[in-house]
């Protein structure tokens, strides 16, 4: 479902992974883990990992709002100095806009990361878990940049294998194929 999927696992996705830290940590303690232990964060820690899950969703809404109102501004000028080389003109500072916004969910994201660990293992209330896990990124800032380089490689590196397969596979195909 298209809008209330995304709502959904929005709101959904930190109860999930307070459920997996939940496992890990019995698991940790010598315990077998079983398919509903999976599920724990609905049982256990239910409350506070849905009000985790919503203030991600109120974050990414005011990220969204931001970039909204930036990219209105933008094309306003656009529009205003009406100019068909506008764009070619002020590519870098389009690329710089695009920068700048990626940069806005960087805060976000470390709020985000270890709060549900947090949430599920610790009993913190939400916001709370959101200040930690913020506090907690920033001490660990150097792992944490190492492990986005990797991970911003391997998505290129599986891009651009797509992109030459998906090509390939259009020089072999016949037309409209």
Same mark, same amino acid.
């Given at each position: 479902? &298209?809008? @209330?999927?995304?709502? @959904?696992?929005?709101?959904?996705?930190?109860?999930?992974?307070?459920? $997996?830290? $939940?496992?890990?940590?019995?698991?940790?303690?010598?315990?077998?883990?079983?398919?509903? /232990?999976?599920?724990?964060? =609905?049982?256990?820690?239910?409350?506070?990992?849905?009000? #985790?899950?919503?203030?991600?969703?109120?974050?990414?809404?005011?990220?969204?709002?931001?970039?909204?109102?930036?990219?209105?501004?933008?094309? %306003?000028?656009?529009?205003?100095?009406?100019?068909?080389?506008?764009?070619?003109?002020?590519? =870098?500072?389009?690329? #710089?806009? @695009? %920068? =700048? $916004?990626?940069?806005?969910?960087?805060?976000?994201?470390?709020?985000?990361? %270890?709060?549900?660990?947090?949430?599920?293992?610790? /009993?913190? &209330?939400?916001?709370?878990?959101?200040?930690?896990?913020?506090?907690?990124?920033?001490?660990?800032?150097?792992?944490?940049?190492?492990?986005?380089?990797? @991970?911003?490689?391997?998505?290129?590196?599986?891009?651009?294998?797509?992109?030459? #397969?998906?090509?390939?596979?259009?020089?072999? $195909?016949?037309?409209?194929?």
């Amino acid at each position: 479902i &298209p809008v @209330v999927g995304s709502l @959904v696992t929005t709101i959904l996705g930190p109860v999930f992974a307070g459920g $997996l830290m $939940l496992a890990a940590a019995a698991q940790k303690r010598g315990e077998a883990i079983q398919v509903p /232990d999976l599920f724990g964060g =609905f049982s256990q820690r239910r409350n506070p990992l849905i009000m #985790l899950g919503l203030f991600h969703l109120l974050f990414a809404f005011l990220l969204g709002l931001i970039f909204v109102v930036i990219t209105i501004v933008f094309f %306003f000028f656009f529009f205003l100095v009406n100019n068909a080389g506008f764009m070619q003109q002020h590519l =870098f500072g389009i690329m #710089l806009l @695009v %920068f =700048f $916004l990626g940069l806005l969910t960087i805060p976000a994201a470390m709020g985000f990361w %270890f709060a549900p660990s947090l949430v599920a293992l610790e /009993d913190l &209330p939400a916001w709370p878990s959101i200040k930690a896990s913020f506090t907690a990124s920033l001490k660990n800032w150097s792992a944490l940049l190492v492990y986005g380089l990797i @991970v911003l490689l391997a998505s290129l590196a599986v891009g651009l294998l797509v992109g030459l #397969l998906a090509g390939l596979l259009g020089a072999f $195909l016949p037309r409209g194929g």
